[in-house]
């Protein structure tokens, strides 16, 4: 499996500002997610990472609250825009393969909102 | 699109007994089931996973069943031990789509001496 590298690996910030997280890849792979895990729960998909072009965002979540780059296969960031303590959560990488489906996950980037 | 439901929500065996963790999915086209271990302050690990084309899976103390019929699927941990305590996740898909992976709320999973 790939070696997926996040950072920052935690961070606490003011409310009103903004945070980029930063997904490295060890391997060039097609697929690239962004997970949300609120706090005691489960995972919620926010985007897939499409290189070159924009990203597919799910239902509940828009680009300009979480506006995604992935300028390479190995490469992407998210973006936390204008946060609130409803935002304080683990934002998790995630590389994939939709023939096999196994999905493979980074360590997380841990955010509080104050 | 896809539900999948986790039972149960915690779980507190004893050191050396066996755990079970079950999950039921709602699409019948879902052929792909992975379960995830999800230790305190780290990501997700892919721990083992399942294919509609088998129905039973083992990897030394772990397995997974599947029961394409009922349309669930359990995780089996046997002789636990104390590094078993975490969240566990199951999932579901439909490879080859652009479905994406469907996950279960979680169970912690606490293993006491």
Redesign the interface.
């Known amino acids: 499996s790939a070696v997926i590298s996040q950072k920052p690996s935690r961070d606490i910030c003011q409310r009103g500002t903004s945070l980029t997280i930063q997904c490295q890849v060890d391997s060039q792979v097609t697929m690239m997610f962004w997970y949300r895990q609120q706090p005691g729960q489960s995972l919620t998909l926010i985007a897939t990472a499409n290189q070159g072009s924009e990203a597919t965002y799910e239902s509940g979540f828009v680009i300009d609250k979480f506006p995604i780059s992935r300028p390479n296969l190995t490469f992407s960031t998210l973006t936390v825009s204008n946060m609130s303590p409803e935002d304080s959560s683990i934002y998790l990488c995630s590389v994939g393969q939709v023939n096999t489906g196994e999905l493979f996950f980074g360590e997380g980037s841990r955010l509080t909102v104050l | 699109g896809e539900n999948v439901e986790q039972h149960p929500s915690t779980l507190s065996v004893q050191e050396g007994d066996s755990a079970v963790i079950k999950c039921t999915y709602s699409d019948s086209a879902s052929n ?1 089931f ?1 379960w ?1 271990k999800q230790e305190l ?6 721990i083992i ?1 399942i294919r509609s084309n088998v129905g039973e899976k083992k990897d030394q103390r772990i397995a997974v069943t599947l029961n394409k019929t009922a349309k669930h699927f359990s995780l089996h941990i046997t002789e636990t031990q104390p590094e078993d305590s975490a969240v566990y ?1 199951c ?1 579901a ?1 439909r ?4 479905s ?2 469907t ?4 169970t912690r999973l606490q293993v006491t001496l």
Do not use: M
Request: proline share 9%; hydrophobic share 30%.
């Open positions: 792909y992975p995830y302050g780290k990501g997700p690990q892919l996973d996740f999932a898909l490879t080859g789509t652009a994406k992976l996950f279960g709320t979680g």
